[in-house]
């Protein structure tokens, strides 16, 4: 049995399995630039985040109507369930949708369809955290949190994804501010491809209170030292760094690195239909290539909970 844990780095988009995906296109009459499930298997090989992100919005074509969406999720849950997932904070990108004729609503409401039953069906409790697409504009970012007021009550968060460089998270540090006073949590991919001054820029100018990725802290030894003091978790996901070329190989991951300089790191999965796995299957990868032992897993395990948006009554249950 895998070992109960909180998954707070996973992009719902990103657990479309190529089957799910093949299925979804005949539900809605759409033909993909792909002859079948391995042809579009075999194409998931890249060279860095852009040649992901490029599938990764292609394939997000068959996403149309709320059950897609509902299905999707469910699809989702079902696999966590089975990965030892008990809580899970998931993201979504909004303007991937609106941006193709897809309404907030459908997003929304599909999605929160499944994650109302997740917690009776799957036992996982969930929140949703919408992510602002930082290669577009601040304006139609803002526009996408203003759309989203009547939903809030299903969102904890606001997140910052897509193409890092050259978008730094200053350009988003109005929106950030107007997420704050609608009373949501921030947090912010950073230092994934992007440099560690993305990084205090999305603690000193966001207020992220957890940084999505972050491993390139380590390049900043001022930044790993504000990190361990102000004990703000990374949200580190070892299989996506290494299919995205972020780090050569899992033996070569800073995982342990992070660990030894008292960081409140957590394990996660960010899109495992195309990395290569689910959760539990990053911590299987730690222990065989990093040679983690049960202790340090299980130090990863209780950082999830304890780096989590958990309301303080479902915190104490499972921790
Ligand atoms: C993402 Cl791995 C990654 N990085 C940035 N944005 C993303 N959106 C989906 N996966
Ligand atoms: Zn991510």
């Known amino acids: 049995m ?22 979804l296109a005949d539900r809605n ?14 194409a998931y090989s890249f ?4 040649s992901f992100l490029n599938l990764y919005y292609e ?16 699809a989702y849950l079902t696999r966590a369930a089975a990965q030892g997932v008990r809580h899970a904070e998931i993201f979504f990108d909004p303007q991937a949708h609106t941006g193709r004729g897809v309404s907030l609503d459908t997003v929304i409401n599909g ?19 919408l992510c602002f697409l930082r290669d577009r504009p601040a304006t139609e970012a803002m526009d996408t949190l203003m759309a989203a007021r009547p939903h809030l009550e299903r969102i904890s968060a606001v997140g910052l994804d897509s193409a890092e460089v050259g978008n730094p998270p200053e350009k988003f540090t109005e929106v950030f501010a107007a997420a704050a006073e609608l009373g949501l949590r921030r947090v ?21 209170e957890r940084i999505d990725h972050g491993i390139r802290c380590l390049e900043d030894p001022e930044l790993v030292s504000h990190l361990a003091a102000t004990q703000v978790p990374l949200t580190v996901c070892p ?12 033996a070569d991951h800073p995982l342990p690195a992070l660990m030894e300089a008292g960081l409140l790191v957590t394990v996660n999965s960010d899109d495992p239909s195309y990395f290569g796995g689910y959760v539990h299957d990053n911590y299987r990868g730690l222990q065989e290539h990093l040679g983690l032992d049960t202790e340090q897993l299980r130090t990863l395990a209780r950082n999830s909970f304890t780096a989590s948006f958990l309301p303080p009554e479902r915190r104490r249950a499972l921790l």
């Open 188 to 208: 912010a991919h950073a230092g994934e491809e992007g440099p560690a001054s993305y990084i205090w820029q999305a603690l000193n100018l966001l207020g992220a």
């Open 47 to 50: 060279t860095d985040l852009q």
């Open 2 to 23: 895998a070992i109960p844990k909180a998954e707070l780095h996973i992009h719902i988009e990103g657990t479309l399995e190529p089957e799910l995906a093949f299925h």
């Open 239 to 250: 299989f996506s760094n290494v299919r995205l070329r972020a780090v050569a190989t899992l």
């Open 59 to 74: 394939l997000m074509d068959v996403l149309r109507t709320e059950a897609d969406f509902h299905d999707l999720a469910e």
């Open 111 to 129: 999605l929160a369809s499944a994650l109302d039953t997740s917690l009776e069906r799957h036992n996982i409790s969930t929140s949703l955290i």
């Open 29 to 42: 009459g759409i033909t993909l630039p792909h002859t079948d499930v391995h042809a579009l298997r075999d």
